[in-house]
């Protein structure tokens, strides 16, 4: 195991880095995040022309599979770039602390990741969504 900086306590912080590592994964886990978010919407958009094109064009089973997995792929990239920005996320709070970065970083909920024509579920939607998965 590598043992960065944001994963040591901010009191023993100090005593354990060498001058400077902790500014250096500070960069990283800033580059980290935004670079995350940046694939985070490009997969969202995919999600969308997925979405669009499934409903125009596909009307067979086998069309239906196809796209399907598809889906599928794209989903497993948005949680993938969902689970590094939270982890660069954590781990910046733990370099910084919270303070007025967070006004661009955000903290990112999964209720947040939604496509650009995708509604917010409403509180009763959201119940039912929960109690079938």
């Keep these: 195991n590598i043992f960065l900086p944001s994963s040591i306590p901010t009191e023993t912080r100090s005593a354990v880095c060498t001058h400077g590592l902790p500014e250096i994964e500070d960069r ?7 670079e995350a978010l940046s694939h985070l919407h490009h997969q969202l958009r995919a999600r969308t022309v997925a979405n669009k094109f499934k409903a125009k064009n596909v009307d067979s089973q086998r069309a239906y599979t196809r796209t399907h997995e598809l889906q599928d792929q794209i989903e497993r990239k948005i949680n ?8 660069a996320w954590e ?13 661009i970083l955000q903290p990112l909920k999964r ?19 929960q109690r079938i998965q």
Aim: net charge negative.
């Design 80 to 87: 993938t770039h969902r689970i590094r920005y939270c982890t």
């Design 111 to 129: 209720e947040d990741i939604r496509g650009l024509h995708e509604q917010a579920m409403t509180k009763e939607e959201l119940e039912e969504h």
């Design 28 to 34: 990283l886990r800033y580059g980290q995040a935004t």
């Design 91 to 103: 781990a910046l709070v733990s370099l910084r602390g919270l303070g007025g970065w967070t006004a």
